[in-house]
């Protein structure tokens, strides 16, 4: 499975479009991109998915380049709520396992 | 609907003991995962299920762990002779498939095991 590199931590303020990217120079053909969010006491929740160039949803964006060694989940108009642990994560669609880094901790301030 | 639900919450128990951790996946999830999570680090895959079947048991961290999925729905995690290094956050998740394009995992908040 392809290893995946965040930052260990960010800031941001309340309002601010907050970027994270997350490199995975091993990624392979069936592999896709997943990115999670977890609060404390609580497991990860799913955020978005990609393959391939931009894909976005209510809550977040996903920008993935060409060559897709690198990915950016992107958050706009981030809040309090919004501080917590945010993980990438390379699946490969013919397994059934997934592999989670150490995160990126997002702490938003006001 | 229910989500994942996982029982005990809380757990603890005494070096050398036997314990058993309880998931009940999404209804009509045939995908089933165990992971375990600690402090400050990222879930550890332990094994993955695809209706009763282990598809994937390579995370299990040795022969004291076992995790069965008897009628493809309710998984328990069973860990024998418990050490102090087995205290952490257990996490289930289940999904509706783990193969083809996009899925997602659902996970339940965890049972946390600290062995004394």
């Known amino acids: ?110 | 609907g229910a989500g994942v639900s996982q029982t005990p919450s809380n757990k603890v128990t005494e070096k050398g003991k036997y314990v058993e951790l309880r998931c009940d996946p999404i209804s009509g999830h045939t995908a089933l995962y165990w992971y375990r999570q600690s402090l400050g680090q990222g879930p550890e895959f332990l094994i993955y299920f695809q209706g009763t079947g282990a598809a994937d048991d390579s995370g299990l961290p040795n022969d004291r762990f076992f995790a069965v999925r008897p009628e493809g729905s309710v998984s328990t995690l069973k860990i024998q002779r418990t050490e102090r290094g087995d205290s952490a956050v257990y996490l289930c998740a289940s999904s509706l498939r783990t193969s083809g394009s996009i899925y997602e995992q659902f996970f339940g908040p965890g049972t946390r095991l600290t062995v004394l």
């Not at chain 1, 990624?27 to 894909?55: E, H, L």
């Not at chain 1, 976005?56 to 964006?61: F, G, L």
């Open chain 1, 1 to 110: 499975l392809a290893k995946t590199t965040q930052p260990i931590s960010m800031d941001s303020y309340e309002g601010q479009e907050v970027n994270i990217t997350c490199s995975h120079n091993n990624i392979a053909t069936n592999d896709y991109i997943t990115w999670y969010q977890q609060f404390p006491s609580q497991g990860p929740r799913f955020i978005i998915q990609g393959y391939k160039t931009k894909v976005t949803n209510e809550v977040a964006s996903l920008f993935i380049p060409a060559d897709r060694k690198s990915s950016t989940l992107s958050l706009p108009r981030v809040s309090l709520s919004d501080t917590a642990v945010y993980y990438c994560l390379v699946h490969n669609t013919n397994a059934g396992k997934s592999t989670f880094g150490d995160g990126t901790t997002l702490t938003v301030k006001p």
